[in-house]
């Protein structure tokens, strides 16, 4: 079983940073991609980042120029600048790949809050 531990969040003011945490733990192989999804109360979940394995990115048009996505071996991290208020939502880590046995993961991290107020 493979487990997504998130750390960082919190409430920011408006043009401020914050960088987000991820470490993958457990029986794995390898980890391909890693991803950041964003979600607010009564819409759909959306992804903000995305990781290869050949560290290729992606981004959401919305956080592009402002957020990085990075990765150190099994630990993915959100860099998040110029934030805005509606930046606001709980942040997601996702991660893909095998575990021992070459079965695959597609595992979740529980979620954390960011808030950008003044």
């Known amino acids: 079983q493979v487990q997504l531990r998130q750390s960082g969040g919190g409430l920011v003011q408006p043009g401020g940073s914050l960088t987000l945490s991820c470490a993958a733990t457990g029986n794995i192989e390898s980890v391909n991609a890693m991803a950041w999804y964003r979600q607010t109360p009564g819409s759909q979940r959306e992804r903000v980042a995305y990781?290869?394995?050949?560290?290729s990115t992606t981004y959401a048009d919305s956080v592009k120029g402002r957020f990085t996505i990075s990765r150190d071996n099994d630990k993915v991290f959100l860099q998040m600048n110029r934030l805005k208020v509606e930046d606001t939502a709980v942040y997601y880590c996702?991660?893909?790949?095998?575990?021992?046995?070459?079965?695959?993961?597609?595992?979740w991290g529980r979620g954390t809050q960011v808030t950008v107020s003044s």
């Open positions: 996702n991660a893909e790949g095998m575990i021992m046995g070459a079965s695959p993961f597609d595992s």
């Open positions: 990781i290869a394995t050949n560290s």
